[in-house]
């Protein structure tokens, strides 16, 4: 045998490697948070939408919810708005609401575009549509930040009619209060919220960090499986910073929820989401049931 | 019987005659290019809204297609945008685009909003999602206006799905090329194409004039009834002035694909769309095959 | 703006009002039960039908149950037949089932000849059709009146599929028992009986008085709202007269079965159906759970 | 074997044999016209609706099309009206049509009564139910005789409707013109009308003769098969006797409409449609296309 | 009446007899274990498909589950296998299981052959297909057997999709154990397995015997109706023989799980499965819950 | 980048690599005809499986075709029989076709094990199930061979409601003639019929040569693309050897009716299958029509 022909054998095994994950997850709903680097750089942007939509293509149901990444902030400068903070955090007024809302629609839709010019169905949608997501507004320590909400309410029933017409919906975090205002909502929150409601199979974060460290300062100390009841201790411990500290809650939330699995990915890794799914590297780290084990089959 | 009453009946009178109306088009498509100053008026956006939402709720299949009105100018001038013209017609350039998509956007998710709060499912899309609306780049004259595009091609299935699980669809007129490059529509246009792709009962303008006149600068003249056979003689003989002119034309077109009645009503009427399908009082203009008469069952 | 515009869009606003009401009852079932006054007098007769039809094409899912009203003792005096009573009532025997099997098979075509001549889909039918209405003898203290039968057993799938077929049911009330012989019912009974066996959202009696009131003999003492608890402390002390015990027993029955709201409603009242629905009107009494407010959304 | 063993054999032998007409017709609508003597005498009766009952249960779509018979008359008598006739046709004016409405109802629903008691969903409808049946006047040599039509449209699809929901549709004569009056239709006009509009498998007359005859005055001339050709030549040249012509017009009607077999039955014969159908007795006259034979697989 | 005409009608008889057996069992599912004489004689065999295929064609769902009776052993002889034997049960190595399936699964497409040629639509699989019948290795007192399994799970679903697409199953006890292995599975087990699975109306085994006797050694102690508590009874006691003990407890264990009815039926006698069901005759033993009683509606 | 995550990378690019080819070929109808060496070998066997066992998850539709192979001659050994020859053919005598269909049958059922083995709902048929190869005797040059025949009809709805229902259909190639006989048929002609039948998109030939040759005895010549035009003359030519001649007009024929592409691959190579279809590598002999190029897309 050439070497030629070698090498389309190892492309072969590839693919067959992938049938028992493609068979595991069959019809089953897989909510992606995209956000951070992966959003940036084009190039990590096209394997990332390739990713999902080669999930959809074998048959699973995914679900994007996105961020504006540092879009919002940008256009937010360039009309001269001036930035207004409480406790460090970014008060959203109704001329932020706007710009963000006109930047988040605008950024939806081009992941529509990227999905569609590979071939398949995409819709973008916000939280408005079929009022997908209903919010409560949301205080800092007891101070108005604006109109920023946290989810009260998910209409499952949307994403499930979209899906049913073969639809990959693409997900803006913006909700509607009891009133039909207009909030922002954390992204984190938006794609756990939904996870939760649509009783996916998974939820997966892309974002900036390798994953959850016993030590943060200490690179070695990657966490590649973290059962519920160890994440909680961890927290509690004060193990955990910043950052990280309310996306484990949304981890422990979605489990708790019933959603099978919750990954934290670096989205910094071409092709994350398909290396997570269809073979056994185990990248990040997996949030699991306290009964569970993170590789199915006896793999690793 | 008291006046009381008497008010009542004549309630109940109006909800009688509606009857035959609400039969005539039950489960028919109606499709409502909205713009002008029906846009930027509050008062007269919520009748709009709330006409087309009943329309809905009785039995129709209605289809908003909007434009961006005056936002998308404020906003290119909000962040220091020099325009740029040819033959006098604003270039899109690839940053004119973005703002234009952004604008378009956010004005698409309010009456989505506004939809939502009258308790109707509406939804909000461009013609990326499903790649709607597929564009060829358009020239003005033989030069380069940047992306502005003409539609070649309606998904016309992606409207009957969303219409099938309930939705009331609206659209924005953005599309895309063969290379999923982002194109502007001209709204007219693409109400008309979607019109014809769908083929809608009824296409409804809501324009800023009364409706077509035999002589622009005689409001004595304005037309009632306009047969195909009528409107094209009138284009050829010069009678039409410039904005009219497209408008009309789209008018010929969308009856000639088999949409069976075209109305350009004045948007500045409370409740025109309303009173035109409802009542006899026939408003604005209508534009009907040159075989029939405008008044139905003998009404006037 | 000239007085006739100002009259259109007095009619625009009346739409605009049923607009929620339109909503509420989307998709629900509402059992009328046509009878007295409204039945015999043609103009009544045919608004009531032009009602019932216009909440048909809403959205609604109307059936109506009819008496023979008068028709039934003409027809027996025509064919000379003697009359037989037995504590006031009269005896079904087997001719007078015959003759009134036959009127009410009329009445019962004749409605859908108007439904129809109003370009809704209609079907007659008794309680014979795919035994709808299966009945066991009923005794006036102990002595048999013949064939006059209490509902038993309403089989609710004709007339959910019925309903799906888009026709709107008219029912007259006549049944079977376990041998298949046919019985005469009461109108109420039988429009009671179906109203609980749909889980109907509404139940509206059409009779020739106003409502119920606290003293027959003082028209002033018209009650609009009855909860459940209150008409039985009225039935047990004594303030209901003999016609209205029964009805307002079935009344009870249905809301305890399940029936949101119950109307008695004064048919001699032109589009009373239509004005109870559409408007915060508050015609005739309402009767309904003992927790709930008659008015929805703070009306009156 | 013991005698009582044969007896049963030869009973299961008998199912056996009906397994390749059980198959044939199969989801096969087939049009019944039920008249005569079988509508009169108790026993046939229920044998008409036995075999009729057993058809729909092996699977076959059955439609019953039934006239009054004698009740008409009788009841017309009993009201005490005087019959009018014009060219020795009865008149059918305001008062008689009403009462043979009421007469046909209640056969209608007797019928509906009987199959019910044997367990099959049976719904009794006229041709006002979803307008089954549309007419224009008839006049008898251009002379009034009152309100009496032929059929000029068939709503077909209230008729799959209901066979769709499993319902044995019972339908008697009655129709409207395009004002909704109210229309006596000759039953076998009726049957046939019925039969062309839904594409019947077969069309069966239930009469009062033994089939047609080459001499209608010599019995031993019973035709069994008759060939649309052959027909059109009998009723040139003569040889049809009176009632007999418009019945096998009615036949060569149906046939060239795409019916493919229509059966004369002598009504009089107990299941005479079960013996026609399930066995190769060939009963009465068969008329079929010109290119066939009546015996299946060389039968007889 | 004529002699012919007499027998015709008593053909007709015979079909309106059974029309109540036939809407007893409309849409019911009936699995029938087809074995014994009734396999190997080619004309008991036609008649046995014979009924199986009018039970299909008037609308029941029978399922045939068959064994390979004589045929496996001719076959293991031919191909001059040893057979080996432990407890006086014969093993089923590797050799002997691939001739049975080979066998069992021509005798299998032989049944489909015939059905086809009456015209009805058959498919045949074993319990490999869908994975139908999961099995767990069987041993005889300890000992091993070799490849004999008992079913611990029947995939209803594959049964039920295909009696959805009209087919007739036909199922050779042939299933898989975890590891994916080919089982022999005892005929009678896997026939009351599937009854249970799929909730079967009946279950009905073709022996060579005419019953259950209360005295196997004395033919006139035929029992006709055994209530489980009976048959509870006579295996306590010791009356019920060798082979009948396991079919016995198959029956109990069917009607214990929601199987209406079992019947043990003598296969030798023609057509036993249309006597037993659309006649009274009450052939071989009918084994029933405790509280029933075996004829219907007072038969006998 | 370490040299693990390198790899891991290269293993996400070739499921992108896919991307595409899963697109193209979603829901398409893919039929493999399964022989020669694929079949003998354990190892070939599991990958063939494998590889249609993916093609089915990713969301095509293959059905599979197989002979028996080597399998038939050794069982008609096995069992001590003649074998008898005319032209240099074998005769399928009834003892031997009996032998051949117990040996395909249970071929069948053990590639329907491999497929659930892996996950898949597959079933296994013949073309008795469904009547769903109906043949002709097939002669040799006159002369009588016994029970071989040729396709003259498929039953195409058979595999679309099994297609439907997401079984993965496994056909061996049996038939029947019109009396119901028993027939073997050529797998190649089988997979041909079937292929046109259910207007597959491709038709994929597992052989056991490299594909076709300009000169049989010059390796160099394999041809990798085909146009139907040149096949002809190949074939008229002479340049065609023996056993490629037939299979060659099959694939002419299957182009003909409208399979986009037929395949000659070289069951030899592991995963031939996915590597014809999921890379660029273009195995084997593409036969296509004569205006079409081989490679997708501007591929290689």
Request: net charge positive; glycine share 20%.
């Given at each position: 045998m050439n070497s030629n022909m070698q090498q389309y054998l190892e492309k072969a095994q590839v693919l067959i490697e992938a049938l028992p994950y493609i068979q595991r997850f069959n019809r089953k709903i897989i909510v992606v948070k995209y956000g951070g680097s992966a959003m940036i750089d084009e190039d990590l942007k096209r394997r990332v939408i390739e990713d999902v939509t080669l999930l959809k293509l074998v048959g699973f149901k995914p679900i994007i919810v996105h961020g504006g990444g540092k879009e919002i902030s940008k256009w937010v400068g360039k009309v001269g708005m001036e930035p207004k903070f409480i406790n460090g955090l970014r008060v959203t007024d109704e001329d932020t609401m706007e710009v963000a809302e006109m930047v988040l629609g605008r950024v939806n839709k081009s992941l529509v575009q990227l999905v569609e010019s590979l071939g398949v169905r995409a819709i973008g949608i916000s939280g408005k549509d079929g009022a997908l997501l209903k919010v409560e507004k949301k205080y800092s320590d007891g101070q108005d930040i604006g109109f920023v909400g946290d989810v009260k309410d998910v209409n499952a029933q949307i994403l499930y009619d979209l899906l049913e017409k073969d639809f990959l919906p693409i997900v803006c975090p913006v909700g509607l209060d009891d009133d039909y205002n207009t909030y922002n909502i954390n992204a984190d929150d938006a794609a756990c919220a939904i996870a939760r409601a649509v009783k996916a199979e998974k939820l997966a974060f892309l974002t900036d960090i390798e994953g959850v460290y016993r030590d943060p300062s200490d690179p070695g100390t990657l966490i590649s499986e973290l059962k519920v009841s160890e994440a909680k201790e961890l927290m509690v411990g004060g193990y955990i910073g910043g950052g990280m500290l309310p996306k484990l809650q949304n981890c422990i939330d979605a489990i708790e929820a019933g959603v099978s699995r919750v990954h934290i990915l670096?989205?910094?890794?071409?092709h994350c989401l398909l290396l997570e799914i269809?073979?056994?590297?185990?990248i990040g780290t997996a949030i699991l049931n306290s009964e569970e084990s993170r590789y199915y089959h006896g793999e690793q």
């Open positions: 670096d989205g910094r890794i071409p269809f073979t056994n590297k185990g």
